[in-house]
């Protein structure tokens, strides 16, 4: 067995970058409507969110006798499969038809339960329709006469023709298109944050690159970047895979947003028993690897 080859500031050598109220809304800059289509997505969006079918009759109501709208949704995740799901029960008339772009390799699953992925190691657990099949589909789709396109990131909206395009090339025409696509983690500009063995906890894909990582380089020692609710969970979850887990705060206090310094001597003292360690006030400068360096070849790139 050898050791692991990166440290975090000699601390560890598998980091995750854990910021619970650090994601950023995601509308990939590709994808944004032209500013004349904008005011209307804000005003569907709104109306959407205050009354559920409005959006559906609002859409329907232009539709010629015996035609349907064509409504595509852009990402796939817990909201894009909620909103298809409260399309599919208001559209008792038949009235619309529902395409999604799906970037990840498998249909929607509850992202909130993602760390109970490392006890299970079965996506099909965290699905929000049924068991996934080896394409990462379910039988939802087809049962309810949606297409999903799964693993094809929608990457340009044309508001003239009224079509998005996927990576794969996929052209789908749409009456109306839905911009779901969620949030990214922000990752602060820590030199070394390409590196391997640097991972943000998001998705499934992060999950089994970081057991895969653990598992290839016998990682003894991981550091959670962050504090917080998604933070603690994260460390506990590497503390169960047997691999000590350091929990980096750059706040004097663990879960600053929710609890005061009495809140988080009673915590601290909880996280210590099951054998996580805590550094509060520590600010992570950089990721620093046994060649002693944080650079790679990857640094400067926008992407974590
Ligand atoms: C570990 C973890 C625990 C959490 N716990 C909680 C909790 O306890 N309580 C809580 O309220 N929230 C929690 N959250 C946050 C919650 O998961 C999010 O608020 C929720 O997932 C947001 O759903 P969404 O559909 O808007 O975005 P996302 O879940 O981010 O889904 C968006 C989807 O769109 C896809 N996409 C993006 N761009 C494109 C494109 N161009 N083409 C096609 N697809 C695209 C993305 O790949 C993604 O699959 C947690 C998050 C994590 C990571």
């Known amino acids: 067995m050898r050791p692991s080859p990166l440290g975090l500031l000699g601390l560890s050598s598998l980091s995750l970058l854990v910021r619970d109220h ?36 609002m859409t329907a109501e232009d539709a010629p006798n015996g035609e349907k709208k064509k409504i595509v949704v852009i990402g796939n995740g817990m909201v894009g499969q909620r ?29 909130v339960k993602l760390t109970s992925y490392f006890e299970s190691l079965d996506p099909s657990k965290l699905s929000m329709t049924s068991e996934f099949d080896d394409d990462g589909r379910t039988s939802w789709y087809e049962e309810n006469g949606v297409e999903l396109y799964v693993g094809d990131k929608a990457v340009s909206i044309d508001t003239e023709s009224k079509t998005v395009v996927g990576e794969s090339g996929r052209t789908i025409p749409y009456d109306v298109a839905v911009l779901a696509t969620g949030s990214f983690p922000f990752v602060p500009p820590i030199p070394g944050r390409h590196r391997p063995g640097v991972f943000v906890y998001r998705t499934i894909e992060d999950l089994e690159a970081m057991l895969a ?39 004097p206090i663990l879960m600053c947003r929710q609890i005061d310094q009495g809140g988080h001597d009673a915590l601290v003292g909880k996280i210590e028993e099951l054998g996580l360690e805590v550094h509060c006030g520590a600010r992570t400068e950089s990721f620093v690897g046994a060649d002693g360096t944080s650079g790679d070849e990857s640094e400067g790139s926008d992407s974590p």
Do not use: W
């Open 22 to 57: 650090g994601a950023e809304a995601f509308v990939p800059p590709t994808l944004s409507p032209r500013p004349s289509f904008a005011p209307r997505v804000s005003a569907e969006a709104d109306r959407v969110a205050r009354r559920p079918g409005a959006f559906l009759r």
């Open 213 to 251: 990582y653990a598992k290839e380089n016998n990682v003894q020692s991981a550091a959670v970047i962050g504090g917080g609710l998604l933070g603690l969970e994260a460390a506990k979850a590497v503390a169960d895979m047997n691999v000590t887990s350091h929990i980096i705060e750059f706040a």
């Open 83 to 111: 909103f298809m799901e409260n399309m599919i029960k208001y559209d008792t008339d038949d009235k619309c038809t529902l395409a999604t772009f799906c970037e990840e390799p498998r249909a929607a699953y509850n992202r």
